[in-house]
């Protein structure tokens, strides 16, 4: 055991009794932090992307009715991506405040990690946001679509950066250790370890889907009030050839992150399929009620065969059970084992949304269907779900490890945080998301139901006061401002 956790366990020994304490509410703070902020992503990332294929489409094209969708979505964006920053800003304060022996053990790791995406991907955002919120007027259409990418392409970024840092954090590589902390020996291996790309791909595009339920969504919304049906019919045809090709995919790379995942951390697919036992061929569990103290499950419900199937696409393949590992080393089996089963049933019902939207499609009903639109309607939150479900999987699915492995949870808290501290924290940072994100809510609720700006609003003046150049915006203004409209055009 090496001097540093030695130190950590020397103060856990010391502090037991009301440390433990401060520890579980450590947890449920961090985990309620990042359950509301990893919501603003899974939306903020596909709709940066869908709004810059709106602006390109209606670059190339001229549809107004495109340039009329893009707007509408960008004002959605603009309360999605604040609240979003709002929230995020708050969780690198929990790895000083409640976290500190992991931030110093870990930092010289992921604290570049953490750097990087600030200078990518944030002032990436930054430099183009505005441009793409207040723009329209003052840019041509090119330096628009190009700002409506330059952000999405910021917000990839920063999912690639941050799951970079989780990927590290579930399976490490690429670092030495020293007095306890730890030092990296190859940046490369650090940021991609076994795990990223598999994390990276299936997460993105479990981001890329759930944004397009939602436009789904708000598109059948529309249409079965028989209002903004242009912009409505964009909206149910581009996510649904999206989905039609993005929600096979996502099954198939969640097929091979969990091969990865059997590979490199095989106590989390046990827990995720209620696998006590080491065995061949061994059955899907449908349903069960795992008994942690027991080590058993009750009232299962499998089939045969199928589990070695899926996990290791062998019929008789070999998985291990629970019980190859200490007690102390398994993760909380039933959250897994739940969790793991909403995100797949959430899976199957958007393939089943896909598929009859195809087949309505192809008859010609897509936009008449009721109970097809109602369907879309309903399936707005089916995203958030499975992405919630998915993270709880990963998450609790590594314990007892932050680092996996390598550093306990209980090791990386903070020794000197009390009960009574966290539990203040915790109540003002419950308290105040709760008026930030019910506040949001409100205000994209009221957008939706407003809807995008009608057709009988001007174009005309608005296409003349455009400038042809980004930085001419200011003069072309002015001239426009003291000319007749089309002076400068005939100039």
């Given amino acids: ?85 709002v929230s995020g800003i708050v969780m690198p304060f929990q790895f000083g405040t409640n976290w500190s022996r992991f931030s110093d053990g870990a930092s010289n790791v992921i604290g570049s990690l953490l750097a990087y995406e600030v200078l990518t991907a944030f002032y990436l955002e930054a430099a183009f946001l505005g441009v793409l919120l ?38 490490p590589a690429g670092y030495e250790v ?28 479990a981001f890329l889907v759930t944004t397009a ?9 529309y249409l079965r009030q028989g209002r903004a049906l242009a912009e409505s019919r964009i909206m149910v045809r581009m ?52 008994d942690q103290e027991a080590e058993k499950n009750h009232f299962e419900i499998a089939i045969p065969k199928l589990g070695s199937l899926y996990l290791t696409h062998e019929l008789d393949g070999e998985v291990k059970g629970l019980k190859e590992w200490p007690k102390e080393d398994r993760p909380p089996v039933a959250i897994v084992y739940f969790a793991f089963r ?19 499609w192809r008859r010609g009903k897509l936009f008449d269907s009721p109970w097809y639109l109602r369907l879309c309607t309903w399936t707005a939150p089916a995203g958030f779900i499975a992405v919630l479900a998915g993270w709880t999987t990963t998450e609790v699915g590594r314990q007892p490890w932050i680092i996996y492995g390598l550093m306990r949870t209980s090791e990386g808290v903070t020794p000197s ?42 174009q005309i003046a608005e296409t003349h006061a455009r400038p042809s150049r980004p930085l001419s915006a200011a003069t072309d203004t002015l001239d426009t401002a003291t000319s007749p409209a089309g002076a400068r055009d005939e100039s």
Wanted: charged content about 10%.
């Fill in 1 to 85: 055991m090496s001097f540093r956790r030695k130190q950590a366990v020397a103060a856990c020994s010391y502090t037991k009794g009301f440390f433990m304490d401060a520890l579980l509410l450590s947890r449920i703070q961090f985990a309620w932090l990042i359950a509301f902020h990893i919501l603003l992503p899974a939306f903020t990332v596909g709709l940066s992307c869908y709004i810059a294929t709106l602006e390109v489409r209606y670059w190339i094209t001229g549809n107004d009715v495109v340039r009329r969708l893009s707007a509408y979505w960008i004002k959605i964006f603009a309360i999605s991506f604040g609240m979003g920053v």
């Fill in 342 to 360: 909403i995100m797949v049933g959430i899976a199957m019902i958007m393939l089943f949304v896909v598929i009859c939207g195809l087949l309505l």
């Fill in 239 to 290: 996510s649904l050839v999206f989905l039609t090709v993005m929600v096979p995919l996502q099954v198939i790379v969640g097929d091979l992150h969990g091969l990865n995942t059997l590979k490199y951390q095989p106590v989390k697919v046990a827990a995720m399929e209620g696998l006590w036992e080491t065995q061949r061929g061994v059955p899907a569990s449908i349903f069960a009620l795992p």
């Fill in 417 to 458: 945080l009390t009960a009574s501290d966290v539990a203040l924290s915790l109540s003002l940072y419950a308290v105040a998301y709760l008026i930030i994100f019910g506040g949001g809510y409100l205000l994209l609720r009221r957008l939706v139901r407003i809807g995008p700006t009608p057709a009988a609003e001007p």
């Fill in 178 to 205: 020293i007095d306890g902390r730890f030092f990296p020996t190859s940046m490369f291996e650090v940021i991609f370890t076994p795990s990223f790309p598999y994390r990276l791909v299936h997460t993105v595009s």
């Fill in 213 to 221: 339920f939602v436009i789904l969504s708000v598109g059948a919304y």
């Fill in 134 to 171: 207040f723009g329209r007027k003052l840019v041509p259409q090119w330096a628009h679509a190009m700002s409506a990418v330059m952000v999405a392409l910021g917000t990839v970024l920063s999912s690639f950066w941050i799951l970079a840092v989780n990927s590290w954090m579930q399976t």
